[in-house]
């Protein structure tokens, strides 16, 4: 027990209390007490309706072509003999991780800008006449985000699947089994933990994140990250960025909830 003590007071000190004085500043106000008041007009509010659903959307279709393209990554990179060229593919995964979202996001301005990489290729296809916009979209807040989180998704596929033993699938192929009834049955089902969790890497950050939907979406797809800014920043409505901040943190928690009932994973 004393050896946890450290760990459990800096979790108590630097998350649980700031957490909730977050949570009580959110419901109390000295001129009328206790309330749920601001949660309701939250919901209320047109503007702020839209951020919330939109950013759920975004959240989850990141999280889902995170996993369709990771899976089968996830799945040749593990495959690979080789522990040297294992281990440059590993680094090219992190890399990204390694540089300033700001820049990462930036980079995407001279690619989905409208005398960028896309819209030029498209000109010289014939496919359009004039460039199109592509950035301040949802799309473009979408690639971003996508390209922003999916090395965590690697990563936590690359390390469930590299638990599971050689010896299972030899096992369902020699009771024939073929390829797909053993990534269904013995596969999918034995990494579903990294699935967990990455997915939840994965839509928290998307949820959370300030500054490609910033960059890649500016005011015309409004977030509840870039909400949250304008209200503790533009309009310095504390109470109302307080409501956003702890919406944000119950939603991914009920997500994480969701997807580990789901998976039928149960906590410790």
Do not use: C
């Amino acid at each position: 027990m004393l050896l946890v003590l450290p760990t459990i007071s800096f979790v108590v000190v630097f998350f649980l209390i700031p957490l909730l004085m977050v949570f009580g500043q959110s419901v109390y106000h000295p001129p009328g007490g206790w309330t749920l008041w601001p949660y309701f007009s939250f919901f209320q509010d047109r503007v702020a309706r839209e951020a919330y659903f939109r950013s759920i959307y975004i959240a989850f279709w990141t999280t889902l072509f995170a996993i369709f393209i990771s899976y089968p990554a996830s799945s040749a990179i593990v495959s690979i003999k080789n522990r040297s060229l294992k281990t440059f593919v590993m680094t090219l995964t992190v890399l990204p991780l390694m540089t300033n979202p700001v820049a990462r996001t930036f980079a995407w301005l001279a690619i989905l800008g409208r005398h960028g990489l896309i819209n030029k290729l498209f000109i010289w296809l014939g496919v359009y006449k004039e460039p199109v916009r592509l950035l301040y979209t949802e799309g473009a807040v979408f690639v971003g985000l996508l390209q922003l989180f999916m090395p965590l998704m690697i990563l936590s596929l690359v390390s469930a699947l590299e638990n599971i033993p050689e010896d299972l699938f030899l096992a369902a192929r020699s009771l024939g089994a073929n390829g797909f009834k053993t990534f269904i049955k013995v596969k999918l089902p034995l990494s579903k933990e990294g699935l967990i969790i990455g997915g939840t890497l994965v839509f928290t950050g998307s949820i959370t994140a300030y500054v490609t939907p910033a960059i890649l979406g500016g005011s015309k797809v409004l977030m509840l990250s870039t909400l949250l800014y304008q209200k503790a920043s533009v309009v310095l409505d504390w109470n109302m960025a307080t409501v956003i901040a702890v919406i944000m943190f119950l939603t991914t928690l009920f997500i994480n909830g969701l997807l580990r009932r789901v998976g039928g994973i149960r906590k410790a």
